[in-house]
Every structure is written in C-alpha cells, then in structure tokens.
C-alpha cells in the first residue's frame, strides 16, 4: 500500500524567506508524486509532479520538489515566499503500476503561513 | 475556475437522510474522482470512474454509493447519514486514467454538513 508522510503541519515563514514542506512517502512500486495546493474555500489546484526522468521538477508560483530515491522524499522549496504563498499544501502520491486509475493518496497536508 | 463543477456548494441535513452530491466534469474529460476531506480523516480517496467504468475504490463506506453517467456527469450518493459524514467532498476529473499524463483538476467542493 502507498502512503504520504508531511512531517509538520504547521510551517510558519517571513516572507523572503526560504519554504521548505517536507513529505516522505511509502511505495512498493516507482511511485507518481504530486504537490497541490489549496486556497481557503477552494479546490486543491496542482503546483507540480514528477512522474519519470529529472528528479527536480519545477512548478507553478517558483516552486519547485526535487525526488530523493534513496530518502524516499519529495520535498517542496521555494526560495522567497510571498504573502500570497500562505495555503495549505498537500502532498500526494500515485500508483505507477497502474495505468487504469489516477486516485491519488495525499498526505495530512501543511498549513503554510507567511509573516510580514 | 478549473472547470469542474459541484452542485450544491453547501447541504445541511439530519442524521439518517439520504443526500445526492453532483459533479460535471470538465469538457472531454472522462474520468471522474471523488474525494472526501474531513478534520480528522484528511483528504481521502473514494472512487474513481472512467467512461461510465469503476476503475478504483478506496474506503468509500457501504453506505455511499457513486454512478456516472452517459453525459460523464457524476453523482455521489450518501445515505444513512452519521454525524461523522459531515466532510468537504471533491470531484476531480482529468482526461484519461492514469496519473502519469492526466492532471487531474478539482471542482470548488460540497461541503456537507449532518446535524
């Protein structure tokens, strides 16, 4: 079975600062890995993926994750952060043995909060 | 605005009714997702159809049951409703099946509330 671990779920930054989200995942298989966000009264909208070939993927609003094998990590990083940055992020993982179904199985989520 | 839509945008009930959450998905989109987000359950999987097929289920309780349609539109039927079933529930749709080349894009959501 896959699973997603976000280890914080509370991340508080000033902005210019550094965003790092931190998600680890379990998988028997090369696993699919996705960053969503997701606005107050919103959907869930896809900052970037990674399926297969370069293991640092670069996303919507400068952000980007790099894919860590070995550490089984997906982590998200953005550079300076933005007032507008302030979400909650979900990280997510799907089966790529699979061709029949896309479901995707997303972490606990961290709420990213940006100070002035 | 993705392009997926969800009616209603809020349901209130009592416990023991029976609700039905629609979905339409985007344009020529095929699949169609279904996620339940609650506090303290997360953002859970619940099913997926493609072209009017269950391709997957994930824990999707006995007591809900979800159908597409031949114009792909979805529904998600809840009944027996518990108190615990008060969530934020999400279609997603993407064009195909896999994950790998198909973005899926999620509707605003329904939040259902159960008194």
């Known amino acids: 079975a896959q699973s997603v671990t976000q280890l914080g779920s509370h991340v508080s930054v000033s902005e210019g600062a550094l965003v790092l989200l931190r998600c680890n995942y379990s998988s028997s298989v090369p696993p699919y890995l996705f960053w969503y966000v997701q606005y107050p009264n919103q959907g869930l909208q896809l900052l970037l993926k990674?399926?297969?070939?370069?293991?640092l993927v670069k996303g919507i609003n400068g952000f980007e994750a790099e894919f860590k094998k070995s550490e089984t990590s997906f982590h998200l990083t953005k550079p300076s952060a933005h007032m507008s940055d302030a979400a909650e992020y979900f990280c997510?993982?799907?089966?790529?043995?699979?061709?029949?179904?896309?479901?995707?199985?997303f972490g606990q989520g961290t709420t990213l909060q940006v100070k002035p | 605005d993705s392009g997926v839509t969800q009616t209603p945008k809020h349901l209130i009930t009592a416990t023991g009714q029976r609700v039905t959450l629609r979905c339409s998905p985007r344009s020529g989109d095929l699949s169609v997702y279904w996620y339940q987000q609650s506090l303290d359950q997360g953002l859970q999987f619940l099913i997926h159809?493609?072209?009017?097929?269950?391709?997957a289920k994930g824990n999707i309780l006995e007591r809900f049951s979800a159908q597409q349609f031949p114009d792909l539109h979805s529904e998600l039927n809840l009944s027996s409703l518990e108190l615990g079933d008060s969530a934020l529930y999400f279609c997603?749709?993407?064009?195909?099946?896999?994950?790998?080349?198909?973005?899926?894009?999620f509707g605003p959501g329904t939040r259902l509330t159960v008194l």
């Open positions: 997510a993982v799907s089966d790529s043995g699979s061709s029949n179904t896309g479901k995707l199985i």
């Open positions: 997603a749709s993407s064009v195909g099946a896999s994950a790998r080349y198909n973005e899926q894009f």
């Open positions: 990674y399926t297969t070939g370069a293991t």
């Open positions: 159809y493609y072209n009017g097929e269950e391709r």
